[in-house]
């Protein structure tokens, strides 16, 4: 009985196999990929470039040589010289007067005319995200006003690089006699950059800030375009709370990125900051795809700082660089805990790599909230996202639809167009792994089959230990045969001297009947049938039969039927079920 169970659990074991994993529906379930990569996918259509732009017409005077101050310098290099101060040679009495001209160049140039003027337009690139929907973004205070100081700085240094040269190059050919050489000639250089500076003038500003986007389509290519986007408010630069807020009109169905809490991450914690490094999108030789992706890196969160105004800051080992300014920082889990606002710089002014500094995103929520903005997620994203985890577990027939709505709900989704590609490849491949409902329910169905098939086989092989087998009736008196009794019992010889006889012969028994066990899988030959035993009777390993109560009905034992008794001088007995039974009680014993 116990081989016969443990059986039926192996057969349902083989009939129920594995059955295929099914898709886990959550679009925040991270799939079995790197956090990076998971991340990257996730949040680079909602990280994009930002530029902001100034023109205008750059006014710079002519200048002379003020006579007077020059013949005065002129003496004093003589005495200079003659006190061994300064070689005498001309080459090195030149310089030294250059120098101390560029120490105080108004004292030896003077505004002169006519006015040279120059069409110029200054700016700079940093990383905003998309925070609502409709068009809402977040980036850096920094990102989008320049002080009065540094936007000067910025006109001088990019529309007056040729007058600097022109007029060095004059003040140097005036020098008769001396030997032009690259040292002179950058000393010169220095005067006028000062002086130019000094007296130069802006006309006509204006300033324009824009994000660049992709056309429908798809892709962070060469159809981007530049987006206006509308400042509708900003805190203070650095070291205050530099936080600005974009809007882009027009737009519906944005992919954005999801804001957690402060307390999502903590000291020794990875954070992961996405953005626009300038080392890229400055550098030409990078194609515009290229410089239009965002970057992804990572480090650990070192502390927790404050400023002397009081403003908090977290301190991470995340590299960061010009053009990472006002990028979202993220937790493992996806979520924004901050924005990348600024790092330190080597003495010649170039990004570090040893620390960045993070606005919380608390103080992002406080002036979302003083705009009543609330950050909110569209179905692009969360169908995008859907669509990733499937695409990472390998189920593109599953990733395919969902790429293709989110392309629907948002035609200028710089990605999803390279992953229906991608995906379409991959099903033409023969790579799709998803998982498949219908056969999944065949196979439960099969294997629920199965185990009811084992089941009624366990049924009919137990209940028919207890049932006697049919009995072979003789032969009846005019060749026909007997009714077979649904009682069926075997006689034994009482006695080795006795023969029973019976009435009809000896003669051969046929076990065709309408009941035989041959018909129905009882033993005949030594062989059993189909089913393991005859319709009322199963066949047991030590001869004997047995049937559901081990007597006839109701408990007695009941006489054959259809088959005469016989006489009462045989010692035959009556066995039933395997039990020898006592003659009647009118019988001579």
């Known amino acids: 009985m116990r081989k016969i169970a443990a059986a039926a659990v192996v057969a349902m074991a083989v009939a129920l196999p594995a059955l295929p994993a099914v898709a886990d529906d959550g679009a925040d379930e991270r799939p079995d990929v790197p956090v990076g990569t998971w991340l990257a996918a996730r949040t680079q259509p909602a990280v994009q470039l930002i530029s902001l732009t100034y023109t205008g017409t750059v006014a710079v005077p002519s200048s002379a040589l003020n006579q007077a101050a020059f013949n005065q310098l002129t003496v004093q290099a003589t005495d200079a010289v003659t006190s061994g101060k300064i070689s005498a040679d001309e080459r090195s009495i030149a310089k030294w007067m250059f120098q101390r001209i560029a120490g105080n160049v108004d004292a030896y140039l003077t505004v002169s005319s006519p006015e040279r003027t120059v069409e110029a337009e200054v700016g700079g690139l940093c990383t905003g995200w998309w925070v609502t929907p409709d068009g809402y973004m977040v980036t850096g205070a920094h990102c989008v006003q320049v002080g009065d100081t540094e936007l000067a700085q910025m006109f001088a240094q990019q529309a007056l690089a040729t007058f600097n040269k022109e007029d060095a190059q004059g003040i140097v050919s005036g020098l008769q006699g001396i030997e032009t050489d690259e040292e002179i000639l950058k000393l010169a250089q220095q005067i006028f950059v000062t002086f130019n500076s000094t007296h130069m003038k802006i006309r006509g500003l204006q300033q324009s800030l824009t994000v660049l986007q992709s056309l429908p389509g798809g892709g962070v290519d060469k159809t981007a375009k530049a987006v206006p986007a509308e400042l509708v408010s900003v805190g203070e630069n650095y070291p205050g709370k530099d936080f600005a807020l974009l809007k882009v009109n027009g737009q519906q169905n944005m992919p954005t990125v999801p804001l957690g809490d402060d307390g999502d991450v903590r000291t020794g914690d990875t954070l992961y900051i996405s953005g626009f490094p300038g080392l890229v999108t400055n550098t030409a030789f990078f194609s515009l795809e290229s410089r239009l992706e965002p970057a992804l890196t990572e480090g650990p969160y070192n502390a927790t700082r404050a400023t002397q105004t009081g403003v908090p800051y977290i301190q991470t080992q995340a590299p960061s660089y010009h053009g990472n300014s006002g990028g979202p920082v993220f937790s493992k889990d996806g979520k924004v805990i901050g924005m990348l606002i600024a790092g330190t710089v080597s003495e010649g002014g170039e990004a570090s790599e ?139 010889p009482a006695a080795p001297h006795h023969q029973a006889q019976s009435p009809y012969g000896s003669g051969p028994q046929h076990n065709n009947v309408p009941y035989g066990a041959d018909q129905y899988g009882g033993h005949q030959g030594g062989q059993h049938g189909q089913y393991g035993g005859g319709p009322y009777g199963a066949h047991q390993p030590d001869g004997q039969h047995s049937g559901p109560h081990g007597a006839g009905p109701y408990g007695h034992p009941a006489p054959p039927r259809g088959r005469p008794q016989p006489p009462y001088e045989d010692r035959t007995r009556d066995v039933r079920f395997g039990q020898f039974a006592p003659p009647p009680d009118d019988r001579p014993s």
């Open 354 to 492: 040893s620390e960045s500094f993070v606005l919380p995103v608390s103080i992002v929520k406080e002036k979302l909230g003083e705009k009543n903005i609330k950050a909110a997620q569209a179905t692009t994203t969360t169908r995008y996202n859907e669509a990733l985890n499937d695409y990472f577990r390998h189920y593109y027939e599953d990733a395919l639809p969902k790429f293709r709505e989110v392309q629907a709900l948002f035609p200028n989704h710089p990605y999803v167009a390279k992953y229906i590609s991608d995906t379409q490849q991959a099903i033409s491949a023969g790579k799709d792994q998803s998982p498949r409902p219908m056969l999944m329910w065949v196979l439960i169905g099969a294997g629920v089959l199965v185990a009811l098939v084992v089941a009624l086989i366990l049924v009919k092989v137990l209940r028919g230990r207890r049932r006697p087998p049919p009995s072979f009736p003789p032969h009846p008196p005019g060749g026909g045969y007997a009714q077979p009794s649904p009682y069926p019992m075997q006689q034994l």
